[in-house]
């Protein structure tokens, strides 16, 4: 019994291993992924239904990169990848990575804060984020400016100022004149003011050694790349993008066996109603003769 329930595609016991694999093998290729294999990689991702799972690859993409910082990039230029073939998926990962940077600053997690920056900074040099998102973080990180939202400020625009400088160099002018006044009313510590001058020459040096993209990880043409705009305060609608989604993934998985279950049940009382019709014709039919 147990054996035939495996093998039925239709049982819920064949459905649930059918996740549990799928879980597998995206959280096997997300811990391989790098500079050299990305495109092997992406083959063998492409080729799992990224659709269903899809809540488990963004969770994976996002939990790999946090504990992976110095490989984000290569995580970036895989979203980038996947967003152009299906935006939708790349829309949740952002939303996903949106409310964990927000949740990261209001419970003043610098480690949740950086890791999820950095991912969103190099999702706007891939230009799957637009870069009112990097200009909204920034002047989040510094409207009330301390050591550590300064300093998470200024590693952000390492990552993703030359994309900035590019594409909005009023925003990014803006930006380092505000940084400008932290440093002169010595707002911060020490340590943080000399960050502050260090990040002056590196913009005085156009980013040299903080390229937006290196060419290896160019892996999506022009006209395939698909920039979603969104604010931080659009993932605040209280829509917990971090469970939610996971769920009704689960749920689509058992959907199958209750369809069937749904289907028979119909079938049943469709069958019930119909000899119902028929035994009142022919009781009809023999009151007619009966009184006729």
Not at 11 to 31: F, H, R
Not at 122 to 135: I, P
Request: hydrophobic share 45%; with cysteine.
């Amino acid at each position: 019994m147990m054996q035939a329930a495996i093998t039925d595609e239709n049982s819920a016991k064949y459905q649930q291993e059918k996740w549990e694999a799928l879980k597998k093998s995206i959280t096997g290729l997300m811990n391989k992924v790098n500079v050299g294999n990305i495109k092997e990689i992406m083959y063998e991702l492409l080729a799992v239904n990224i659709i269903r799972g899809r809540g488990l690859l963004c969770r994976s993409i996002i939990q790999t990169q946090g504990a992976f910082t110095a490989l984000t990039s290569v995580y970036a230029a895989v979203v980038a990848i996947i967003n152009s073939k299906f935006p939708q998926i790349g829309e949740l990962l952002l939303k996903r990575l949106i409310l964990e940077f927000m949740r990261g600053y209001h419970h003043s997690d610098k480690n949740i804060c950086l890791s999820a920056s950095w991912f969103i900074a190099h999702l706007v040099n891939q230009e799957v984020a637009h870069e009112l998102l990097a200009l909204e973080v920034l002047t989040l990180l510094l409207e009330k400016a301390t050591d550590d939202s300064v300093e998470l400020a200024v590693g952000f625009l390492k990552e993703c100022g030359q994309k900035l400088t590019e594409v909005s160099p009023k925003g990014i002018n803006a930006i380092f004149e505000r940084l400008r006044s932290i440093l002169h009313e010595s707002e911060v510590h020490i340590r943080v003011q000399y960050m502050i001058e260090v990040m002056f020459q590196v913009k005085k040096d156009k980013f040299k050694d903080h390229e937006a993209v290196v060419d290896v990880l160019m892996l999506v043409e022009e006209d395939d790349q698909f920039t979603h705009l969104l604010s931080l305060d659009e993932v605040t609608d209280g829509e917990d993008l971090l469970k939610d989604e996971e769920e009704a993934e689960q749920t689509s998985s058992k959907q199958t066996e209750t369809d069937l279950v749904g289907l028979r049940r119909t079938i049943y009382l469709t069958l019930t109603l119909v000899a119902e019709v028929c035994y009142l014709y022919i009781f009809c039919c023999w009151m007619y003769l009966l009184n006729g």
